[in-house]
């Protein structure tokens, strides 16, 4: 083998090889040319990091050195409140970046938890920030990147100041749906990696007012519920309740 397209990375786990195809696999370099993604391969360093289920990726207060991206699995962000309360922020899933919000402080203001056992690229900041400056197309999908995330989060701001159980549920299934659309997996029907509790974390319902509110739009004909799995049957319908329709 070519050494010059071989690279050994040292990791706390053992040694990682890899060569600059596997960077095909990373969906934030997706696009970039064959002459980029050897640009890219020279300058920065990729590392996979396996996270088993409830494992935690990073927490609060850890030194930020790297944006991570979900190869497989299923992540969720949380802070928690002085008394010890635990707020979820959102969950990630395949092809999803977590570790942004530390961009700024370089310390991580979240902590991430593997819903499954999962698996991430490490990608050192540093080091994709100058590929970034260097290469046009990367930038701009980072870029991109960032905001998708900034408008996430728009998005749940607005499910939790202006909207009941319904439109709340409603939404979230919606976008959920979408992201695993997007991402080659069914777009109507899903195995949830999150708990009732955690989803009325994140919507800011009680997990009570969650299994009810899904068992009434159940009862609307707009959804299946058989335990975990939640089966979109109606999604026009569920956008209507987002429009005051329903």
Same mark, same amino acid.
């Given at each position: 083998?070519?050494?010059?397209?071989?690279?050994?990375?040292?990791?706390?786990?053992?040694?990682?090889?890899?060569?600059?195809?596997?960077?095909?696999? #990373?969906?934030?370099?997706?696009?970039?040319?064959?002459?980029?993604?050897?640009?890219?391969?020279?300058?920065?360093?990729?590392?996979?990091r396996k996270v088993p289920q409830a494992g935690v990726l990073f927490?609060?207060?850890?030194?930020?050195?790297?944006?991570? +991206?979900?190869?497989?699995?299923?992540?969720?962000?949380?802070?928690?409140?002085?008394?010890?309360?635990?707020?979820?922020?959102?969950?990630?899933?395949?092809?999803?970046?977590?570790?942004?919000?530390?961009?700024?402080?370089?310390?991580?203001?979240?902590?991430?938890?593997?819903?499954?056992?999962?698996?991430?690229?490490?990608?050192?900041?540093?080091?994709?920030?100058?590929?970034?400056?260097?290469?046009?197309?990367?930038? +701009?999908?980072?870029?991109?990147?960032?905001?998708?995330? #900034?408008?996430?989060?728009?998005?749940?701001?607005?499910?939790?100041?202006?909207?009941?159980?319904?439109?709340?549920?409603?939404?979230?299934?919606?976008?959920?749906?979408?992201?695993?659309?997007?991402?080659?997996?069914?777009?109507?029907?899903?195995?949830?990696?999150?708990?009732?509790?955690? #989803?009325?974390?994140?919507?800011?319902?009680?997990?009570?007012?969650?299994?009810?509110?899904?068992?009434?739009?159940?009862?609307?004909?707009l959804l299946q519920v058989q335990q975990r799995t939640i089966t979109?049957?109606?999604?026009?319908?569920?956008?209507? #309740?987002?429009?005051?329709m329903a």
């Open positions: 083998m070519d050494p010059s397209i071989f690279r050994v990375l040292q990791t706390s786990s053992g040694t990682v090889e890899r060569t600059w195809h596997d960077l095909g696999e #990373i969906q934030l370099l997706a696009g970039l040319t064959r002459e980029e993604l050897q640009r890219v391969d020279r300058c920065l360093v990729a590392e996979r927490r609060t207060g850890d030194r930020f050195d790297s944006v991570y +991206e979900v190869r497989t699995g299923f992540f969720k962000t949380v802070v928690n409140s002085s008394r010890g309360a635990e707020q979820v922020t959102g969950f990630q899933m395949a092809g999803e970046l977590l570790g942004l919000e530390a961009v700024g402080t370089r310390r991580h203001a979240l902590d991430a938890i593997a819903l499954e056992d999962s698996l991430v690229w490490a990608l050192r900041y540093d080091d994709l920030a100058a590929a970034s400056r260097e290469i046009p197309a990367l930038q +701009e999908q980072f870029h991109c990147r960032m905001s998708a995330g #900034i408008a996430s989060a728009h998005a749940t701001m607005l499910q939790l100041g202006s909207m009941c159980a319904e439109e709340r549920l409603a939404s979230f299934l919606l976008d959920l749906m979408h992201r695993l659309g997007v991402r080659g997996f069914s777009p109507t029907s899903a195995q949830l990696r999150m708990s009732r509790a955690e #989803i009325g974390s994140l919507l800011g319902l009680k997990p009570e007012t969650v299994s009810r509110t899904l068992s009434k739009l159940q009862n609307a004909g979109v049957t109606d999604s026009p319908g569920l956008r209507r #309740i987002l429009r005051g």
